[in-house]
């Protein structure tokens, strides 16, 4: 008899939450600011973003 091997689980984006912007009217200015940003900062903006207005679900 041939051995089954077991299938893993693939990793789901952002742990298997997902995200909605669907009830965001707040432009992209009021989120990252009118100066220039590095990526990280911009990344970080973002998810402080998602958290306070709490547009992520499991």
Not at 36 to 54: C, E, R
């Amino acid at each position: 008899m041939a051995k089954k091997k077991a299938k893993k689980k693939a990793k789901k984006a952002f742990g298997g939450m997902t995200i909605s912007f669907k009830s965001c009217k707040d432009p992209i200015c009021k989120v990252f600011g009118m100066v220039p940003l590095a990526p990280s900062k911009m990344n970080k903006k973002l998810w402080g973003y998602i958290k306070k207005k709490k547009l992520i679900r499991r």
